[in-house]
């Protein structure tokens, strides 16, 4: 239950900074920007801005945007949302229609809010972009086969490394990720990108997004194959013994 309010929580903060940019509201003194971590830094999607931008940096972009294309508008079509209540983490996965940039066209797109509990606040730290993954990403870092994956999914070790689900069932998060790759191993072994679905994309950009982020945080998982990190990456198609 706790897991639930957290959850609903962290989708409604997501909600009102989307309402917030709708309304043209860029006072970083505004409440609706309460929640935001001192340090937050966005993912720009145009490669002649930097790579990360801090607040001011993205308002000053929405501003320029929103003044040219007075039409523009962010809609949040779907949020799914995963929270590791234990660790004061939560992670924000959103499928987004942007509509008016430029006029009459609209364009599907995919990003990623991190939150972080700090003295019983959460706060939005991180704004990842993942519409423009490469498949090759996904077929790099998951670097286990799917028979690989089976057998490891079908251990102990496996059942008992990461965050369980909210659901009651027992089974981890990472757990049931892995479930879904070998899904999407074994329905396009030769990996052709024209076959695979929305669903399978979508996974895959979650995919990549929790392996780079925990390689770069966790260089023991590459020291020690009984880690609680090694054994989490496994789970999510990453064996750190063999890169």
Do not use: C
Not at 55 to 84: G, Q, S
Not at 159 to 178: L, N, P
């Amino acid at each position: 239950m706790e897991n639930q309010k957290t959850v609903q929580h962290v989708e409604r903060l997501t909600q009102r900074f989307a309402d917030a940019i709708n309304g043209r509201d860029f006072d970083i003194s505004s409440p609706a920007w309460d929640n935001i971590a001192k340090g937050f830094a966005a993912e720009a999607e145009y490669p002649q801005m930097p790579r990360k931008l801090e607040l001011p940096d993205l308002f000053d972009m929405l501003r320029n945007l929103t003044a040219v294309f007075p039409d523009y508008v962010l809609r949040l079509e779907e949020m799914n949302t995963t929270v590791y209540e234990k660790a004061g983490h939560a992670e924000v996965f959103m499928k987004v229609e942007v509509v008016g940039a430029p006029e009459g066209v609209t364009k599907q797109g995919v990003g990623i809010l991190v939150y972080r509990s700090i003295d019983e606040k959460w706060w939005l730290i991180e704004h990842r972009t993942a519409s423009g993954m490469d498949m090759t990403e996904f077929n790099e870092l998951v670097n286990m086969t799917a028979s690989e994956l089976k057998d490891w999914l079908g251990k102990e070790e496996s059942a008992g490394a990461g965050w369980d689900k909210d659901d009651g069932s027992g089974e981890t998060i990472g757990h049931e990720s892995g479930r879904k790759i070998i899904e999407i191993l074994e329905k396009n072994p030769k990996k052709q990108a024209d076959k695979y679905d929305q669903d399978d994309i979508d996974h895959m950009r979650r995919v990549v997004a929790y392996n780079k982020r925990h390689l770069a945080q966790e260089g023991k998982a590459k020291q020690d194959p009984e880690s609680k990190s090694a054994k989490s990456l496994k789970n999510w198609g990453h064996d750190p013994q063999k890169s």
